[in-house]
């Protein structure tokens, strides 16, 4: 897949705004993305949670919409330096996905359509942390923005919230992902400008 990394220039914030360091407020839902996107019609989406064991968990679209889900109001901070305040989402809690899923897996790789993946700590897609996104702005999310579904873990830098996502595969052992493999932070905590190997 190319790398496609458009730059953005800072902008003056105001004063009762905090965001992380680096970071400037943006209107604005910059679309960044390495290769071309995917379309995947809601009949053929599926998503799976594979087990370090190798058991499956699927759920269809269908099955998907039928779980309780939930609205989130979350602030989104992009390793490119924006940061976009009081986003609105509606989502299912990884930790409804998750609740049967037997593991003793410590990390997550989550793969989307069109092959990107991302790795993370599998703590931080629970307890509230984390979602399967589909709708944004009181809309259906649209391909450009990850749809029709996407991860959402807003406490990290967003290449973490996986678009087109498909599914998670936990593993006992940290896996790096697309951009980690890159170059980019194996965890990515904006409040510490995890952007980069090394930071």
Known sequence: MPIVSPGFTGRRQSPDVQLPPGQYLTEDFPVLTAGPTPRVPTD???????????????????????????KITTDIHCVTKWSKLRTRWKGVSLDVLLEEVETAADFALVHSYGGYTTNLPLEDLLDGQ????????????????????????????????AKWVRGIQLLLEDEPGFWETAGYHDYGDPWREQRYQGD
């Open 44 to 70: 053929r989406w599926e998503f799976t949670v594979s087990t370090e064991a190798g058991q499956k968990h699927t759920w269809s679209w269908q099955q998907l919409m039928e779980l309780p889900a939930e």
């Open 130 to 161: 984390a979602w399967i996104a589909y709708r944004y702005d009181d809309e259906d999310l649209t391909p450009e923005h990850g749809g029709p579904a996407r991860l959402l873990v807003p406490h990290l830098y967003f290449w973490k919230s």
